[in-house]
């Protein structure tokens, strides 16, 4: 019999919240055993998410968040909260010795100020922050491993690090002028009704925002690859909401800085992440879809080179919502507990 591991989720009615329920349902180890939310106390899981009807969790009763209780029940808590309310939260769970995978963005950036200036609320857990790992399971596996606290990747910073990570770890392109063109689906702008995401907006439709430099998961992308680079990058990155449910695809303009062909740049490329089971780097004059990420942990990378420019342009591809949220923290829970980091994530694309 498989070693059953206790875990939470403190806030379970958004859409992170949401497949993560989807995957713990599924996972050979985890057991959710306390799933909150203070708007839905006292319902049944099954009520608010249909889908649980007839499973082992249909009859888990949502409750009120209280970290001493939590710690009673579990090892490992999930916590999908707003940033800014997630990071006092996170404190109060680890205070109890729990280990937290936490999918807001108040540990993802390692500088205070940067953090304060982008999200415009002071940082109250300073000491947690230092000792927060950024959870992209390619680069941190080691570390995440022995952190009590993960700060899971934002979705569009997924895409676009493991896409440019090995250009510039390796010295391929220039550091300057790289622009990425990013894509998503409607719900990376979360469950909460906004005018901007409703059907008639959205639908038949599709649209620019936060360009210029505005994005908040600008500086996040710009962080880990100035670690790649040894040395500060600034880039832009212009964002897009496409009218469909989930999904990202990035196509990134780089220049190089080498004369590679691009199969020798393919052949760098393949040999990064021929380890990492969950980086598809596909062959040359292949360029990646979103229905074959969606509902997996699947990165889809491709690479061409404009001649004519003498540009590296990268396509990147994932799930927001599986590999850019909650199928990452599933990923970083197994690492923090000892399990492979496949555990429960071996998920086959929802085709057509």
């Known amino acids: 019999m498989k070693k059953q591991i206790k875990v939470g989720l403190v806030g379970v009615t958004g ?23 203070r708007a839905e106390a006292g319902k049944k899981l099954s009520e608010i998410y249909p889908f649980l009807q007839k499973t082992k969790l249909q009859d888990l009763i949502i409750s009120e968040p209280n970290p001493k209780e939590l710690a009673k029940t579990c090892e490992l808590v999930f916590l999908a909260v707003p940033h800014g309310a997630a990071m006092n939260v996170a404190a109060e769970l680890l205070d109890q010795g729990l280990k937290v995978v936490d999918l ?29 790992v950024y959870g992209l399971p390619e680069l941190y596996a080691e570390e995440i491993a022995k952190a009590q606290l993960i700060a899971n990747p934002g979705c569009y910073p997924t895409a676009s690090i493991l ?33 901007g995401t409703l059907f008639c907006e959205v639908s038949d439709s599709f649209r620019a925002y936060n360009i210029g430099g505005k994005h908040r998961h600008t500086p996040e ?40 062909s691009a199969k020798e740049l393919h052949e760098v490329y393949s040999k990064f992440y021929e380890k990492h089971s969950f980086v598809r780097v596909l062959p ?17 990378l491709a690479l061409t080179v404009d001649e004519r420019t003498k540009r590296l342009i990268l396509v990147s591809c994932i799930d927001n919502l599986c590999r850019g949220a909650s199928g990452q923290a599933i990923a970083n829970a197994n690492l923090m507990l000892g399990l492979e980091l496949e555990t429960g994530l071996n998920l086959a694309p929802l085709v057509p």
């Not at 510039?168 to 063109?181: A, E, F, S, T």
């Not at 790649?228 to 695809?249: C, E, K, M, V, Y």
């Not at 040359?284 to 889809?300: N, Y």
Request: hydrophobic content about 40%; proline content about 4%.
């Open 15 to 37: 859409y992170t919240g949401m497949e993560l329920a989807r995957l713990c349902l599924a996972h050979p180890n985890f057991t959710l055993t306390a799933a909150t939310s």
């Open 104 to 132: 807001s963005a108040d540990f993802r950036l390692r500088d205070v100020s940067t953090f304060e200036s982008w999200y415009n609320t002071p940082h109250a857990q300073q000491s947690w922050l230092k000792k927060a």
């Open 163 to 195: 896409a440019l990570y090995p250009a510039l770890k390796n010295k391929l392109i220039k550091d300057q002028g790289i622009i990425i063109d990013a894509k998503s689906g409607t719900s990376g702008a979360g469950r909460k009704a906004t005018v």
């Open 221 to 260: 992308i710009e962080q880990e690859l100035s670690l790649a680079n040894n040395s500060q990058i600034t880039l832009s990155f212009n964002p897009h909401l496409l009218p469909l449910n989930r999904g990202i695809l990035n196509t990134i303009y780089t220049e190089l800085n080498t004369k590679s």
């Open 284 to 300: 040359l004059g292949s360029l990646p879809e979103l229905r074959f990420v969606r509902g997996t942990m699947f990165c889809d």
